[in-house]
């Protein structure tokens, strides 16, 4: 069975930072595609970052760029989700997905999803 479960969201002020957890289990984490999406309430769901073990890492968000990093520790089957500079605007539930690809980045084609971490950026 894949698990996938998120943690390290919490509170900050603006211009703080944050590192989220995505502790992967249950398939081959030599040949995968881990994404964080955001759901903000009333909004919809949105792709923001995304790291495979064959194309390395694709930006989803623009708003993001410069901000947010991705990375893996294969040899821990973890994903991070690095992220400084923070934007009351980035205030939303953070969670990790399971695809074969990066592309395409549609939350629809991520098969497996973790719960969700929130996070909360004060102004």
């Known amino acids: 069975e894949v698990q996938l479960v998120e943690s390290g969201g919490g509170l900050v002020q603006a211009g703080g930072s944050l590192r989220l957890s995505c502790a992967a289990s249950?398939?081959?984490?030599?040949?995968?595609?881990i994404g964080w999406f955001r759901q903000a309430p009333g909004k919809e769901r949105e792709g923001v970052l995304c790291?495979?073990?064959?194309?390395?890492?694709?930006a989803y968000e623009d708003s993001i760029l410069g901000r947010f990093t991705i990375s893996s520790d294969n040899a821990k089957n973890t994903v991070y989700l690095q992220m400084n500079s923070l934007k009351p605007e980035d205030t939303a539930v953070y969670y990790c997905?399971?695809?074969?690809?990066?592309?395409?980045?549609?939350?629809?084609?991520?098969?497996?999803w973790g719960q969700g971490t929130q996070v909360t950026v004060s102004s």
């Open positions: 249950g398939f081959t984490f030599d040949d995968y595609a």
């Open positions: 997905a399971l695809s074969d690809s990066c592309t395409p980045g549609a939350a629809r084609y991520f098969a497996s």
């Open positions: 790291i495979s073990s064959s194309d390395g890492s694709t």
